[in-house]
C-alpha cells in the first residue's frame, strides 16, 4: 500500500515557476514508477509525466515538454515536478500516482493516486 500526498500547488502569473512535491508512506517507494497527471475543469484527466523507480528513465506529455522537470528522492520518499514558463492553459489539479512498473508511454494505469493539488496559471 503507498499513500501519496501532493503539495506545492497556488497561484503565479503566466511565465512563472511551481515546484510540485508528492511524498509517498511506506518503505517500498523507491520499486515503483511515478506519474503526474492533471485535470483541468470540466476536461479528461491527462497524463503530464512519468519516471522509473531509478530516476534515469523520464516521459513528457508533449504540452508540456521542455517546461516540466519530473525527479525522484528515493532517499526522502518524494518526487518532484518542476514547472516553468507556466502558461494559463497548464491550470488543472495536479495529481501524483504510482504503479509497479514503468511504462515509456502516457499510460494512466497506476495503482496508488493522491488528492491533488491545485495549480492556477493567471494571464
Known amino acids: 500500500q503507498v499513500q501519496l500526498v501532493e503539495s506545492g500547488g497556488g497561484l503565479v502569473q503566466a511565465g512563472g515557476s511551481l515546484r510540485l512535491s508528492c511524498a509517498a508512506s511506506g518503505r517500498t517507494f523507491s520499486s515503483y514508477a511515478m506519474g503526474w497527471f492533471r485535470q483541468a475543469p470540466g476536461k479528461e484527466r491527462e497524463f503530464v509525466s512519468s519516471i522509473d523507480w531509478s530516476g534515469r528513465s523520464t516521459y513528457y506529455a508533449d504540452s508540456v515538454k521542455g517546461r516540466f522537470t519530473i525527479s525522484r528522492d528515493n532517499a526522502k520518499n518524494t518526487v518532484y515536478l518542476q514547472m516553468n514558463s507556466l502558461r494559463p492553459e497548464d491550470t488543472a489539479v495536479y495529481y501524483c500516482?504510482?504503479?509497479?512498473?514503468?511504462?515509456?508511454?502516457?499510460?494512466?494505469?497506476?495503482?496508488?493516486w493522491g488528492q491533488g493539488t491545485q495549480v492556477t496559471v493567471s494571464s
Open positions: 500516482a504510482a504503479r509497479r512498473t514503468w511504462i515509456r508511454g502516457p499510460t494512466q494505469d497506476y495503482d496508488y
